[in-house]
């Protein structure tokens, strides 16, 4: 009996080790969801996850398929580097805000008419969800939309909804609407089911067409744009902050990439930060996407070596794709040509 | 299931291989408020011996052309060994440096946002520069734990 439970005791305490070394649900949710969904699932950047609605009108799978795919291009990052294992905790513990019935949606696809459906999605669902079902603009928090809203109007034509979603879930979110959003039941707006059934296969042929503008990301050849410089290293710095007036930005200020970290006599003349601003594009931008400052404010490097001066910046199309919005595409198309101005004016 | 049907599943998974940035940005919301969860931040990136270069000030600069906006400041750090010895064979990499943690108010919490290491990385795949990455991503991880915490 002794050797039983000293047993018993060595098994409980394994398992207790191995529970403390594997994270659980509730901190891998800390660690990749809370920052944009909330620490209790109230939202922000993203969705209200523990919305009663949202809960009640989706199921586990759709959960599972979210994080493994992501939203491309509206914000939502696939989790390719998450286990199994991982992801399952996840889903549970967002599902632990679920006071409902687990719903579980069969994949069977439902037959209907799309044409008839295109006509009913322009008339019910382009004013929330675009008129190709590229969804509604902002990501949340502070600066993109008021706080009254709870959940922005998702894309439909995106590829990592569709994944997502089977056809009886979009149907089931049709019939019932989605209580505290703008989401109303189209049944209690007059459809018959049989509409419903056209609008779910309207909703899937956007398979089969070309990949909507909001899932759509810009390509950046070079991380960096980079010029060479004909003149010395003071006459260039004063050529880009000459050049950034003449762009519609402000100069901000002039440092060495040392700044800070060593006294000033000490710092390498030869690697210079100009910094400079547009504080309307700042705002529009951070409008788009509050976590865009991380790259502001704009600046370009000068830097000399072995006699050589070189002018460059980060090419502003790579952000688009970091932040995985598509939103930020043609700011950053925008950007990429100012800088490159700015950079080729001062090297003239 | 037909044709149609395989082509279109063929297609979403198709688009879906497209990387997406999935662990582009670095991440952490903290309870604290925005004040707390600044000194929290200056402290954590001190204890790695990073010299806290300069707060850019973002909110001020957007209220004096009277926009509205919340709290928000992006925090520059860097180690000047590293910086010089780095830049020294890869110039190029000046334009990412200094390392920067933004933060911002998110009511009564914060949150804070860094670029990967690793989207860098992906830039500029010479062997020698991965040890350094990999330090930058596990102490801008351990500064975020912290914060969170």
Known sequence: MLLRSIALLLLAGLGAAAHAAAPGGAQLYARNCASCHGVKGDGGIGVPLALPSFQAGISDDY??????????????????????????AIVRHVRSWNKGPAVAYSPASIVGDPVHGKQLFGKYCVACHGANGEGAKGTGVTFSRPRDLPIMAPALHNPGFLAAAPDAMIKATLMNGREGTPMQSYLKLGLKEKD????????????????????????????VIIRESPYDLNTTVERVKTAVTTHNFFYGRVQTLEYGMTPPASENPKQV???????????????????????LPCRVSIFE???????????????????NNSE??????????????IMEEATL | MTLRKWMAS???????????????????????????????????????????????????????????????????????????????????????????????????????VASHPQTISGFYPDAALKPLFDRWEKDIEAIMDEVRE
Do not use: W
């Open chain 1, 63 to 88: 959960l599972r398929q979210t994080i493994r795919h992501g939203r491309p291009g509206r914000v939502m990052p696939a989790f390719p580097s998450l286990g199994a294992e991982e992801v399952e």
């Open chain 1, 196 to 223: 419903i059934d056209d609008l779910v296969s309207y909703v899937r042929s956007f398979e089969t067409q070309p990949l909507g503008s909001s899932a759509a990301m810009v390509e950046a050849e070079t991380p």
């Open chain 1, 273 to 295: 930060i100009v910094y400079f601003c547009n504080i309307s594009l700042l705002n529009q931008a951070l409008a788009i996407d509050p976590r865009v400052g991380m790259f």
């Open chain 1, 305 to 323: 070596k072995n006699g050589k001066v070189q002018v460059m910046s980060v090419n502003p199309k790579v952000l688009s794709r970091l932040f």
């Open chain 1, 328 to 341: 930020l595409n043609q700011l950053c198309e925008q950007l990429e040509q100012s800088y490159t101005a």
């Open chain 2, 10 to 112: 063929m297609l979403v998974l198709a688009c879906l291989s497209a990387p997406v940035a999935a662990d582009g940005l670095l991440m952490a919301r903290s309870d604290n408020s925005f004040p707390e969860a600044m000194t929290v931040l200056q402290s954590a990136i001190s204890a790695r011996g990073y010299i806290i270069t300069r707060l850019q000030q973002v909110n001020e600069n957007l209220e004096r052309r009277d926009y509205k906006s919340d709290m928000y400041r992006v925090v520059y750090f860097g180690k000047l060994d590293e910086v010089r010895q780095v830049t020294a064979a890869h110039p190029e990499l000046i334009a990412f440096l200094p390392l920067s943690i933004t933060i911002f108010a998110e009511g009564d919490e914060s949150i804070m």
